[in-house]
Structure formats: structure tokens, C-alpha cells
């Protein structure tokens, strides 16, 4: 069945980056696309950005930008998510899920980063 | 920007039906897609592509798209229904995904 693992959870001081992964399983990694998701202690959900099969397209929501950049790895089965100069307000859980068209039918488990100084 | 408004909550009865629904600009003219999550867990899909369902998602779970308003259906509610539910379109215009405030559903 299909899973998406994600890496542990990180603490930042503001102004750091932060590097988080995604691995995916049960699924031909290549036909599908991988979004970002995060969400804000006792908040909604709020979409961050997507990378195509093989990486050819990304797509990132206006406000991050200039501060992150998803990759991926067909070796590997594996997307990861950057985000640069961190902020106090990017303390959030951030979930990868898999985008097979424009919804997001599996999800990763979430990778809580924390940025405090 | 394209903007997905949803009640911030909605009660049902155990065994009734709650309506929950999602407002935005001819929204009927979009593919929307609806996530539930229960507390302190990721989001599963529930609905997309307006009205289709996982093969997992029981078919309690219903949804309608049209005019200005789209709505997920679910009939008689169970305890293990309590959960947050986001409703979420792609948005062209802009090339983005787009989410709703999400509905706190309470059966109670």
C-alpha cells in the first residue's frame, strides 16, 4: 500500500534553514506528483508547494517563494522540502502528500519544525 | 486571490445527517476535493473531484458542487466522524492550491 514517510522533527533558531524529506513507497514514484502542506499550531491547513513526477515543474505559493524549494529523488523515492531564513511563525507540521492529479489522496505522517530562538 | 469559506463549525446528532459546506466564486465551476482530520493525525482524503470516493471512504460520505456552494454530506454520523474537514480547489488563475478554514464537525 502506499506510504510517505517523513523525517523527524526539527528545531530552528530564526534565520536558519531547514531541509525535511519525504519517502515514498507502494506507488510507481514517477507517475505522481508531491505537494507540501503545513499547518500552524491549532490552525488550518495552509499549501506551500508541489514538485511534478521526475521534477521537471515546480509550483510554490506566493508568500513562501523566495524562501523554498522542493526537489526530488527517482533513486530514492524521495521529495524534500526547504525553506530558508526562518521565522518564528514558520513553526508549523509540515506534510507531504501525494498529488496523482489536483487532490492529495495519501499523506505523510508530518514533520513538526519549530523555530524558537 | 481565490478564497474557500467554510462555517468554522457544525454539530449533528449521532445517527443524523450534517450538511457542511464550502462558499467561493463559482466554485461550481472547479473540481473540489474534501479532506477529513481527526485530531493530532494527518488529513485523508474523503471526497474528490467534486463527488468521487476512495475506495476506503464509506458511502456515508457524499458531495455536491454547484453555483457558488459545495457541500460534503454525511449521513448517518458516527462518534468516529468528529473531526476538522478542509475542503480545496486548484485555483488556475493564480496556480495554486487553495484550502478552505475547515469545518470543526462535533456529533453529539
Known amino acids: 500500500q502506499v506510504h510517505l514517510v517523513q523525517s523527524g522533527p526539527e528545531v530552528k533558531t530564526p534565520g536558519d534553514s531547514v531541509k525535511i524529506s519525504c519517502k515514498a513507497s507502494g506507488f510507481i514514484y514517477s507517475t505522481t506528483g508531491i505537494t507540501w502542506v503545513r499547518q500552524a499550531p491549532g490552525q488550518g491547513l495552509e499549501w506551500v508547494a508541489w514538485i511534478s513526477n521526475y521534477g521537471g515543474a515546480t509550483k510554490y505559493a506566493q508568500k513562501f517563494r523566495d524562501r523554498v524549494a522542493v526537489t526530488t529523488d527517482g533513486f530514492t523515492n524521495t521529495a524534500y522540502l526547504e525553506l530558508r531564513s526562518l521565522r518564528s511563525d514558520d513553526t508549523a507540521t509540515y506534510f507531504c502528500a501525494r498529488a496523482p492529479h489536483y487532490y492529495f489522496d495519501f499523506w505523510g505522517q508530518g514533520t513538526v519544525i519549530t523555530v524558537s530562538s | 486571490s481565490y478564497v474557500l469559506t467554510q462555517p468554522p463549525s457544525v454539530s449533528v446528532a449521532p445517527g443524523q445527517t450534517a450538511t457542511l459546506t464550502c462558499g467561493g466564486n463559482?466554485?461550481?465551476?472547479?473540481?473540489v476535493h474534501w479532506s477529513q482530520q481527526r485530531p493530532g493525525q494527518a488529513p485523508v482524503l474523503v471526497v474528490y473531484?467534486?463527488?468521487e470516493r476512495p475506495s476506503e471512504i464509506p458511502d456515508r460520505f457524499s458531495a455536491s458542487n454547484s453555483g457558488d456552494t459545495a457541500a460534503l454530506t454525511i449521513t448517518g454520523a458516527e462518534a468516529g466522524d468528529e473531526a476538522d474537514y478542509y475542503c480545496q480547489v486548484f485555483d488556475p488563475d493564480s496556480d495554486h492550491w487553495v484550502f478552505g478554514g475547515g469545518t470543526r464537525l462535533t456529533v453529539l
Open positions: 473531484d467534486d463527488s
Open positions: 463559482s466554485i461550481g465551476t472547479k473540481a
